[in-house]
């Protein structure tokens, strides 16, 4: 009797199917290793913010502003700035047509202004406005420097001071004479310190004593004109 065949089975061999069992379990874990490498992200922010409306840091300010008073004193007027030569204040001296030997007199005081800080004044000597630039008048420059200026200097709380600018200023209590000299070479010998916020007010008394120097010719001098110009430089604490 002939032996009987058998279909080969189609079915996998449970070797087989333990391969492909493997085969899924590597790719599933593949998949896993690409996914954790993703990451989240985040970012932080600061600022100085606002204070209402405004930025909650600024900068400071440092401002002076003047007053011209008349030699006797009084009330002041308006303060303000003059920030140039070309608009500086205008003090009125007590004589305005020049003697030999006859003093005039002239009286500023100076402040900061509401906001700002404190700071130092220095006064410098004077400019001739008269011979600035390429100007060229001889014979002012003949009378600014047959001039002298002497300089005194006091601090009140008050905008009104407590005395004027007369023969008597350098005698009062609390008044400091700073320079003393020629127009051309007089300067403060001290810087003065101002107030923050206008707390206090420096005043400064101007004398302007004219001689005929010694040999020249008083005609030379006669009605001549002189406009002395004074700075003072500033600088916040």
């Known amino acids: 009797m002939p032996a009987l065949r058998t279909r080969p089975s189609t079915a996998p061999t449970r070797r087989g199917a333990k391969v492909v069992a493997i085969t899924s379990a590597a790719a ?13 992200t985040d970012n932080e922010w600061l600022t100085s913010g606002f204070d209402g409306d405004d930025p909650a840091i600024s900068t400071s300010a440092f401002e ?23 608009d500086a204040n205008v003090v009125t001296f007590s004589v305005e047509a020049l003697s030999p030997q006859v003093p005039s007199y002239g009286l500023v005081g ?28 001889a014979a002012a420059a003949a009378l600014f420097a047959a001039t002298e200026v002497t300089v005194w200097t006091w601090s009140e709380a008050d905008s009104t001071p407590a005395f004027g600018c007369d023969a008597s200023t350098s005698s009062q209590p609390g008044v400091t004479q700073i320079a003393a000299g020629a127009l051309a070479a007089a300067a403060g010998s001290a810087s003065q310190e101002l107030a923050a916020e206008g707390g206090d007010v420096q005043y400064y008394c101007y004398q302007l004593l004219f001689d005929v120097p010694d040999g020249a010719d008083p005609e030379d001098y006669m009605g001549v004109g002189l406009v002395p110009a004074w700075e003072f430089t500033a600088e916040s604490d």
């Open 28 to 40: 599933v874990a593949a998949v896993g290793v690409t996914l954790s490498l993703a990451a989240w």
């Open 64 to 86: 002076v502003e003047q007053y011209a008073y008349p030699s006797t004193g009084g009330s002041a007027g308006t303060f303000s700035q003059h920030e140039t030569s070309d």
């Open 110 to 137: 100076l402040r900061t202004t509401a906001g700002s800080l404190g700071g130092a004044l220095t006064l410098q000597a004077a400019d001739d406005l008269l011979n600035a630039g390429t100007t060229t008048d």
